[in-house]
């Protein structure tokens, strides 16, 4: 079934337009209290959710709800609202659309030192800002010239330059590993180290073997992308253990690609749902990625996971990534039940905003 869905999915068109999107938009505050009768919830079974001021207080049956809205959701099912894991929003911002489609959280995985700043009423961000790089190293020759690589030199600037991505209010550390010109292993593993000691997970743009092993023997924590390159049973045994980030779709889906993900799937990593978004533009949760997750092997319930409960888990969205009390109301309600078509979680028939409707 999603083989042959894959096609369709990667024919869709990409980010629902503005003009569109616009009217679909709903106020991001707080809400008062809902009550989500008679639907299911994925996991926990025929239950309903009492919601208050944007924040789950009760799931069960029998629940005080006095004052609530009710929502009748019978028949269909409810998931916690995605975490997408590697996006670019300066680089396509469109944080209103993703937030309409049923997109809750997500990490930004390179931007300008500004971007660290910003505001995003609409959506949970954590961001790396710029990427460590480098003197004329990937990205600031291409598409991130314009601010989205810190170039350096050497194990002290590098640490320099995680210090000041951490004061400045970055959530994770992104180290290329690239063709030259590239840092070498001891200036990465320096960076590394250095992010650890903040506190902070280092992620790593690695695409061949011999790149995806010197990011893991560096100390990086999760690969930014499934690798394109065929990995060896060495690479794969040396992410084992650690994290990767899908964006499947972004790099065409190749066999390849689909195989490198089954296999480290298979030897332990833990797999987050990402489509590297702004260099793709579907502005939701892309059934397309779905699909090739599907086909490197994942159940529907892992793929349901790799966006929800997995990412929060991992880069500490506290209040996303479930349906239980004192998480937030942000939720999906689907036509059509995930565990037997996960294609579904890409078509939300209401997409919920801490306890407000979107759409």
């Known amino acids: 079934m999603l083989l042959?869905?894959?096609?369709?999915?990667?024919?869709?068109?990409?980010?629902?337009?503005?003009?569109?999107?616009?009217?679909?938009?709903?106020?991001?505050?707080?809400?008062?209290?809902?009550?989500?009768?008679?639907?299911?919830?994925?996991?926990?079974g025929r239950v309903d959710v009492l919601a208050r001021d944007g924040v789950i207080v009760a799931v069960g049956a029998d629940l005080d709800a006095a004052g609530a809205t009710s929502v009748d959701v019978s028949g269909r099912w409810l998931v916690p609202a995605f975490i997408d894991s590697h996006?670019?929003?300066?680089?396509?911002?469109?944080?209103?659309?993703?937030?309409?489609?049923?997109?809750?959280?997500?990490?930004?995985?390179?931007?300008p030192?500004?971007?660290?700043?910003?505001?995003?009423?609409?959506?949970?961000?954590?961001?790396?800002?710029p990427m460590v790089t480098a003197s004329g190293g990937y990205p600031t020759q291409g598409w991130g010239a314009g601010g989205y690589g810190l170039e350096v030199t050497n194990a002290a600037e590098a640490e320099a330059a995680v210090d000041t991505l951490k004061h400045a209010g970055a959530g994770v550390i992104k180290l290329p590993v690239t063709p030259p010109p590239q840092l070498d292993e001891g200036v990465l593993a320096a960076a590394a180290t250095r992010a650890h000691a903040r506190g902070l997970r280092v992620a790593s743009h690695a695409l061949d073997d011999d790149e995806a092993a010197v990011a893991a023997a560096a100390g990086a924590d999760v690969l930014a992308h499934t690798p394109t390159g065929s990995l060896s049973a060495s690479t794969i045994e040396a992410w084992k253990g650690k994290a990767v980030i899908g964006t499947l779709a972004a790099f065409g889906g190749s066999d390849r690609t689909v195989g490198n993900l089954a296999a480290l799937h298979a030897a332990g990593a833990r797999v987050l749902y990402g489509t590297d978004f702004g260099n793709?533009?579907?502005?939701?949760?892309?059934?397309?990625?779905?699909?090739?997750?599907?086909?490197?092997?994942m159940s529907p319930g892992e793929i349901l996971a790799s966006g929800t409960r997995e990412p929060a888990d991992y880069w500490d969205f506290a209040d996303l990534g479930a349906i239980e009390v004192g998480r937030s109301a942000s939720l999906l309600v689907l036509d059509r039940d995930p565990l037997l078509d996960p294609l579904s979680l890409a078509e939300p028939t209401e997409v919920w905003s801490r306890g407000r409707r979107r759409r």
């Open 280 to 297: 793709r533009r579907t502005a939701g949760i892309d059934a397309s990625e779905l699909a090739l997750m599907g086909l490197a092997g």
């Open 113 to 129: 030192m500004s971007f660290l700043a910003a505001e995003h009423p609409s959506l949970r961000v954590i961001a790396s800002g």
């Open 4 to 44: 042959a869905l894959l096609g369709a999915c990667l024919a869709r068109p990409g980010a629902t337009p503005a003009s569109e999107s616009a009217s679909l938009a709903g106020d991001t505050g707080e809400a008062g209290a809902v009550l989500f009768e008679g639907g299911e919830v994925v996991g926990l």
């Open 87 to 111: 996006v670019h929003l300066a680089y396509l911002p469109a944080e209103e659309e993703l937030a309409d489609n049923g997109v809750a959280g997500v990490v930004d995985l390179a931007a």
